[in-house]
């Protein structure tokens, strides 16, 4: 994944130098900035078995702030806000794995630095009895829930050593 | 052997004329004989499907999975770039402007097609209502929704955002939106039993000529697809299923 450049970021931003999963880094440059989710809309997206966007709709273009071209084939982890704890995602990882849905609140990373609440539900895409890729649906999140949680998440931050 | 189109509830009664004209037309696409049924509720509808009593339906996205995962029906087309969408209403004399406003247990009156309440509860989920909030009354149709809601029988509505379009302007005027969808992917689709699954490219090849036909400008507007028709892929057809899957709050 391309380093994040601070021309393209709106807002004063803090710097991570991050490792996924797969030991791949990305430079993340990341701002207070939230936008809101758009009431009654659902952000869609569909990924193939490697994790890699097959598909997204409007909304999902909108609130990423990256193009559809930018958006298809490329991981869904260009996604990950760094104050998301990796026990989260675990856990994503874990249950769809096993063919089940997982929902949760998700704090996600904007390509201009800033971020979006969602609460997502993703499910397998299941072909012929094989997991083929991954469906996911994200919509607007309880506020309640949201508030709760950045402490909940800033606490497991901490304590896998993130922050 | 007659065959059989099953017209859903979600098919405006003052288009079921333009059901039977396309009864009509499937029969002389197939060359076989077909009988229309209306439907007027969902439960009776899926005692058809249960009794293998329905080979032809444009079924809404929630029966679209149940028919095609459960039941083996074939997607054949969808309306072009028509979706279904959702609103969910209060009576405009009442207290609740926004979803802000609503208490932790609601009253609903709904009808029953799945699609559109499953739509409506998640509208009602940045507000922190769940399932178990919520205390649902089934009415017959989407008027009646909106009765009970300017009757103050029930606290909100949830009606289908075509319905919610036809209401006159003074019921509308009793009602209030206090949030709709603008999902743009759910949409209802045009499924065939597996008993007739040699006949859909003959069903398709007629949809697609209506398509172009500019006679049939008036009969497509009525049947929902006022754009004409586009082929569904089996594809597309597993996105919705996966969609609605992810959709319910179960």
């Known amino acids: ?163 | 052997m007659t065959r059989q189109l099953a017209i859903s509830p979600d098919v405006n009664v003052r288009n079921i004329t333009d059901w039977f004209i396309l009864n009509t037309k499937v029969q002389r696409m197939t060359g076989e004989a077909f009988h229309a049924t209306v439907y007027t509720d969902f439960a009776d509808l899926h005692q058809a499907y249960a009794n293998h009593q329905a080979d032809l339906v444009f079924a809404n996205a929630a029966d679209t999975a149940l028919l095609v995962r459960d039941h083996g029906y074939l997607p054949i087309a969808a309306p072009s770039g028509v979706s279904k969408e959702a609103s969910v209403v209060v009576s405009a004399d009442g207290p609740v402007h926004t979803l802000a406003d609503l208490p932790s247990h609601l009253t609903v009156a709904s009808t029953d097609a799945p699609d559109v309440e499953r739509i409506c509860r998640i509208l009602l989920e940045p507000a922190n209502l769940g399932p178990a909030d919520l205390e649902l009354q089934v009415k017959p149709n989407p008027v009646l929704v909106a009765k009970a809601v300017m009757r103050d029988e029930v606290q909100v509505g949830f009606l289908p955002q075509d319905a919610y379009d036809d209401l006159s302007a003074m019921v509308k005027q009793q009602l209030r939106v206090i949030t709709a969808s603008r999902i743009y992917v759910v949409r209802n689709s045009f499924l065939a039993s597996p008993a007739i699954a040699g006949s859909i490219e003959a069903i398709w090849a007629g949809l697609e000529s209506m398509s172009s036909d500019p006679e049939a400008a008036e009969l497509l507007a009525g049947l929902g697809a006022p754009n004409g028709w586009e082929r569904l892929s089996m594809d597309d057809t597993r996105f919705m299923i996966d969609l609605m899957d992810a959709l319910s709050q179960g």
Not at chain 1, 65 to 73: H, I
Not at chain 1, 93 to 99: F, K, L, R, S
Request: charge should be negative.
């Open chain 1, 1 to 163: 994944m391309r380093d994040m450049r601070p021309e393209d970021v709106r807002g004063e931003w803090r710097e991570y130098h991050w490792t996924y999963f797969d030991g791949t880094t990305r430079r993340l440059l990341v701002t207070d900035v939230e936008t809101r989710f758009p009431t009654g809309e659902l952000i869609v997206s569909q990924t193939d078995a490697a994790g890699l966007i097959t598909m997204c709709n409007e909304a999902f273009v909108h609130m990423s702030g990256f193009s559809r071209s930018e958006m298809l084939g490329a991981p869904h982890s260009i996604l990950r806000h760094p104050d998301m704890p990796k026990a989260a995602f675990a856990d994503l990882w874990n249950t769809v794995v096993m063919g089940r849905r997982w929902s949760g609140y998700v704090k996600n990373l904007r390509r201009d630095g800033g971020y979006y609440w969602v609460y997502a539900t993703v499910i397998p895409k299941i072909v012929d009895g094989l997991v083929v890729g991954h469906t996911s649906v994200r919509r607007e999140p309880s506020r309640d829930k949201v508030e709760e949680l950045i402490d909940v998440y800033a606490t497991m931050c901490a304590e896998e050593g993130l922050t």
